[in-house]
C-alpha cells in the first residue's frame, strides 16, 4: 500500500472519529492479498461454500471436495450425477444448486475472466446473479478480492459494516464509507484487519 494513501485514510478519519482513526493507525497499512488465480468459477464456488460459515468449517467441507474431485477439476465435479457426494460433504441442497449453476455458467464461457474483470461492478453483479446462490455479497467479494476493485463498499458483509460502525458511533456506515471513494475497498479490507486482530 502506498504510504499516502495510508495517511489520507488517517486523514479522512480525524474528521470522522477518533476512535476510527486510532484503529486504522494500529491496523497499518491494508492492501489486496495475493491469492493464486484459478478462475472466477473457482472463486465463485469457494465463496458460495463459505457463505454462513466460520471459516473452520468452510474449509473444511472445501477440503472434502477437492478429495472427492480427485485429480479433475472441481468445477468439473459439480455436476447432477455428482449430488450425493456433494451433499456427502456437508453441502446444503441450495448450495449444491448453487454450485451447479457456476458450472454451467463456466461450461458456457460466462465466467470468461477477462470479461469479468473488464466489466463494471453494476454489470457484473447483473450478470453474475443471474447464477443461482450468487447474489450481491458474493459479487462484492469478487469485485475486491479477484478484480481488486479499489471502490467497492461491502454494505452487506457484517464483519465489514459492524466493525466500522463501532468505530463511527451512529453515523451510517455506507455514507461514513462514501467518504473513502474511491478506494472504499481498501476501506473495507481495514475493517476485516481490524476486526481479526480485536483492535
Not at 502506498?2 to 476510527?20: E, N, Y
Not at 469479468?116 to 447474489?135: N, S, Y
Request: aromatic letters at 8%.
Amino acid at each position: 500500500m502506498d504510504p499516502k494513501l495510508h495517511r489520507r485514510f488517517l486523514r479522512i478519519a480525524s474528521a470522522v472519529s477518533p476512535k476510527l482513526q486510532t484503529a486504522l493507525r494500529k491496523a497499518g497499512p491494508a492492501w489486496f492479498p495475493e491469492r493464486e488465480d484459478k478462475g472466477v468459477a473457482a472463486f465463485l464456488a469457494r465463496a458460495v461454500v463459505g457463505q454462513q460459515l466460520s471459516t473452520k468449517a468452510a474449509r473444511a467441507i472445501w477440503g472434502r471436495l477437492e478429495t472427492a474431485a480427485a485429480d479433475g477439476e472441481l468445477h468439473a465435479f459439480f455436476h447432477a450425477d455428482n449430488e450425493s457426494a456433494l451433499r456427502g460433504c456437508g453441502l446444503s441442497r441450495a448450495k449444491v444448486k448453487a454450485l451447479q449453476g457456476i458450472r454451467a455458467a463456466h461450461e458456457t464461457g460466462a465466467l470468461s475472466a477477462a470479461a469479468i474483470r473488464a466489466m463494471a461492478h453494476k454489470e457484473r453483479a447483473a450478470h453474475l446473479t443471474q447464477i443461482h446462490g450468487v447474489g450481491p455479497w458474493t459479487c462484492d467479494m469478487l469485485a475486491i478480492f479477484y478484480c481488486q476493485d479499489p471502490d467497492i463498499w461491502p454494505d452487506g458483509d457484517s464483519a465489514a459494516r459492524q466493525t466500522l460502525k463501532r468505530l463511527i458511533g451512529r453515523r451510517k456506515p455506507a455514507k461514513v464509507a462514501a467518504l473513502f471513494a474511491p478506494h472504499r475497498s481498501i476501506l473495507a479490507l481495514y475493517m476485516w484487519k481490524i476486526a481479526d486482530a480485536a483492535l
